[in-house]
């Protein structure tokens, strides 16, 4: 593994009405990884992913992505590809429509588009449906077009908030899929999911957040050994219980 | 990139029932309009010029109303819809955003105004004044429109909601339009003047007295109506550019 972080967070904090939903974050994404984010509800994972997409302002700390400031929009927006919590749709669009408008956004050349909008259908199994409006696709169809259209810039890091959340197993299983894909092309993936399996057989690497801390860091045997615990699920409960 | 989003605005909003909707009711309202104006016995009896102002004066109201009322969701959509994150995530910036979305609605009330011409036309038969009628109310009805929604979107800015923004809109539209519909024999305290000359809404009213009543038809004649129209503009312009610093600093998604 090339061990140059590509996502480099310093002393990160956000508090919400005097709470902490961030206290003091300290991480390093290295290039190449496949980093799992988890944590039980509320302990700061999407504010967490939100600041590091620059969508939220920390209250202090440092977030630099690939050496820039998470501040430069142009330079993020470049690298970064991000499936978000909230999952809003044009749904009046069809997928092909959607995906031509983001292609146009990130200013992909026009030549360019049709090969780039089909193959990305095409990948996320949509395009079949290409033509149908967004507001008639199941919630499995939008997060997968929420991936394809986080993909329309050809990423170098893909950040990923829950993209299996209330997928069947058929779903999930092709979300999956396709995330090792990108991983093994090379792309950085910092994924928060609550689904520990997942999370134990995609990640390289894996950080459980508490009350806004990161609590532990390593790979899913370096926390068993570090725990005691055997397998990840008893891990997450062991340190998240209290 | 303003453009991207001044065309989907044109495609989601623009091209719907409820935007065609806006253009049927302000077409029958001209109509009912026109039709009183010609055919009505007392309201007949108005001299032509009186008439045209009165028709004016409707296509103006119809236009601001229309517009206030489509804007106060044209930027709060994005945020209830949860649409906002992934536009901003994308390297279009708050300005690229507002300017696309200030041109949607320029171009509803461009569409309004379309719809207007055959009226006028019409009210104006047999005189020389369907030209300049036209003409200020292209110019007078685009500043207090583009006043209104850059006030409007300032205010979608601050709220996030719709429902605040259209309440507040609709509120200082009413606040304005009032004293401006008060006849000139109920201004004539000094009060009532300098609330007069700083109203936009009695600014627009006043210039197409001018126009059509007195025949002051240049923009010379006109200057101290369009100057305090521009003068409302700007001020709605630097409250716009406070609300997008402030956004900016709060960040898309609100610490709450």
Redesign the interface.
Known sequence: MNMTAIISIKNLSKSYAGNKAVDGLNLEIQKGEFYGFLGPNGAGKTTTIRMITGILQGDEGEIAIDGGSVHDKKHVSRLLGVVPESRGFYEWMTASEYLYFFANLYSVPKKNQEKLVTALLSEVDLLKRKNSTIGTYSRGMKQRLGLARALINDPKILILDEPTLGLDPQGQLMMQQLLKKLSSAGVTIFLSSHLLDEVSRLCSRIGILHRGRLIVEGTVDELKQKTGMKDLTEVFLHLTST | ?FT?IWH?EI??ELY?WKSMLWLLISSLLFSVTCYLLLTNKELSLLDQTELLWLLGKVIIGVGLLVITVDASSIITT?FE?????????????LTDFVLGKLLAALTLWFAIFIVSIPYIIVASAGSHLAIPFIAYIALLGTLGVLGFVLLVFAISLFFRSSKNTLTTGLIILLGLSIPAVFSSTLKNDVVSQIISHANPIDNIFSSLDNVLVDYKVSLLENWQFIVPLVVFCLLALGLLAFAMYQFQ?????R??
């Open positions: 990139m991207h989907k495609r989601g719907t994005e819809k949860e649409t906002a994150e992934s536009i901003f995530l994308s390297p279009v910036s600093k709060q960040g898309v998604i610490s709450e």
